[in-house]
């Protein structure tokens, strides 16, 4: 099976300042990576997700970071803004499911 | 292009009745996956249909099933319904399975009196 945790269940950022949010996974036979974000009132939202064979991607203003050494992974997101509050999952795929962790709840202060 | 439709939005229902969730996803999608999420659990998996077929089932009992049509369109039902069962239920819509970009839907929020 697979276990994800987070390292930390809430995050408090100021506006401008950049954010990084950390997830475990167990399975060292997992490949497929992702990261949601998710609204008040609303279904997780697809961020960014990242395969095995990189340890970096990038999008606009988000950053993954994969280590599988150590099965760790990071979201960085640059220049957060007020529309990034919101609860951060990461989630890893097996076997045709995503398991995810708690969720890390971004709050940005202006 | 639209998302993912579930439908009803909200539903309450009484202990011992049943329910069916109904999830239409993105167009040319073929896989269908639905979670339950709780404030204590976060997001369990509860199955995962791909051209009519279950390729995966969480751990949840035989209470919760569910099935995919033809044109993609998935549903699930909750039997005997329990306080428990009280939850936002996910359904998210992928090209070929969870291991290609998903998209969700924004729930259905059932609540069990």
């Known amino acids: 099976g697979e276990s994800v945790g987070l390292h930390l269940p809430t995050l408090s950022v100021q506006e401008g300042d950049n954010s990084i949010i950390n997830c475990a996974y167990s399975n060292s036979a997992s490949d497929y990576f992702i990261w949601y974000k998710q609204e008040s009132g609303k279904g997780p939202q697809f961020i960014i997700d990242i395969r095995s064979n990189m340890d970096k991607r990038q999008g606009q203003r988000v950053t993954v970071l994969l280590n599988k050494t150590v099965k760790h992974l990071s979201l960085q997101i640059a220049a957060t803004q007020p529309g990034d509050s919101a609860v951060y999952f990461c989630?890893?795929?097996?076997?045709?499911?995503?398991?995810f962790g708690a969720g890390t709840t971004v709050t940005v202060r202006a | 292009k639209a998302g993912v439709t579930q439908t009803p939005r909200y539903l309450i229902k009484t202990r011992g009745q049943q329910v069916t969730l109904s999830c239409s996803p993105i167009?040319?999608?073929?896989?269908v996956s639905w979670y339950q999420q709780t404030p204590g659990q976060g997001l369990q998996f509860l199955f995962e249909?791909?051209?009519?077929?279950?390729?995966n089932k969480g751990n949840f009992p035989g209470r919760f099933s569910g099935r995919q049509f033809s044109n993609s369109r998935s549903e699930m039902n909750v039997s005997t319904l329990e306080l428990g069962d009280s939850a936002l239920y996910l359904c998210?819509?992928?090209?070929?399975?969870?291991?290609?970009?998903?998209?969700f839907g924004q729930g259905t929020r059932l609540t069990v009196v």
């Open positions: 249909y791909f051209s009519e077929t279950q390729r």
């Open positions: 989630a890893v795929f097996n076997d045709y499911k995503l398991s």
């Open positions: 998210a819509s992928s090209i070929r399975g969870m291991n290609t970009e998903a998209f």
């Open positions: 167009s040319g999608h073929r896989s």
